[in-house]
């Protein structure tokens, strides 16, 4: 019987069953064998098998990403791998950039066949989608049992050292590559049919996706530091204690703006956090470490800068759509620019 | 995006996070890397005063990448 293919699989501190957000530092470790879903995935595997788990914190893996490319070559040097599986991470912002910068390294560094499982809306994705193999999931754990099964059909079909194979590539996301192929009209004439189907008022395809960042122009600061008036605005789920205003947790539907004239500092007592995306015990016991008031408050005290804008704005950034991201920059760049605002220190966590 | 989108409005911003792959990524012109994203302006393991003046030191670093 033909050897089984070796695949190491990598999982956050939470699907890797060490801990939630209280173990979100921890350093990277190995484990014989498959962990958690890891199971499921080696139950379903033929021709292949889950020789070992790589378990990391997110905010350990976020911070550094080179310790845990370092923690990978030694366990490469000792496993000899054939496939890395990392996640599924769904949505998980640094679960998902800590298995796509994980996997780069895999392919360039190391040459191993690689791929992530990550939701559309991951940042992750479009940084990474033309570097790497990425698999489509849903948005949550709720799709595990599903990106499992594909996971497993996809290593199934490995071979000649490539994951991706024409049956299985509409379960990734498109690189962005071009193709190409053969077609009957050529493309002045399919340009021409587009156009008369558009000026007729119908829809037509693109045939070429345009990026999806693009770039804006830089804004400058328009006079001396010491003349400007500056806002504190951030995406860490700042509210006031009992959160009135019932800013979201997660998928933040708007932002919230707060008075904060005469405020020397943001005082622990009157402020929390509503944010599921990160531990909030640091910013609780002093919620300056997040919007740092009582600095800027020292610089406005001593002529580094004219003034502090009377309101803070916050709002979540975890699990935003990037359309709802965008509507509420243009709400909060449109509102600060009504109010003479010089310019933004922007926190975000 | 939010950084880039206030800046639409001429408005110029730093984003401070620990997190600064995303933020070039996202083409963000100004980053300054925060302590964590747990605590971006914060050093807990410092006493409170020390850790105003870490912060204040920051907060300074950031205000002057306004001005590039």
Known sequence: MAEKYKVIHYLNQFFGQIGGEDSAYQEPLYKKGPVGPGNLLNSQLENAEVIGTIICGDNFASENPEKLVSFFRQVIADEKPDILVAGPAFNSGRYGMACANLCKSAKNLFGIACLAGLFEGNPAVDLFRTDIDILRTKANAAGMKEAIHNISNVVSDFSNGDLVSDANRNLFFPKGKLKNIFDKDTASDRALHILKLLVKGGEAATEIELPHIVNHEKAVLKKKLSEAEIALVTDGGLVPVGNPERLESRGASKFLVFDITGSEGLQKDKWSINHEGYDKQFVLEDPNRLVPLDALRYFEKTGKIRKVHQQVISTTGVATARAVCEKLGREIGLMLQEQNVDAVILTST | ?68
């Open chain 2, 1 to 68: 995006m939010i950084a880039n989108e206030i800046e639409r409005y001429h408005i110029p911003v730093v984003q401070v996070t620990s997190i600064p792959q995303i933020s070039q990524g996202m083409k963000v012109n100004r980053i300054f890397e925060g302590n964590g994203i747990t605590h971006p302006f914060g050093v807990p393991k410092e006493k409170a005063e020390n850790e105003r003046q870490i912060r204040i030191k920051m907060l300074s670093e950031a205000l002057e990448m306004l001005c590039h």
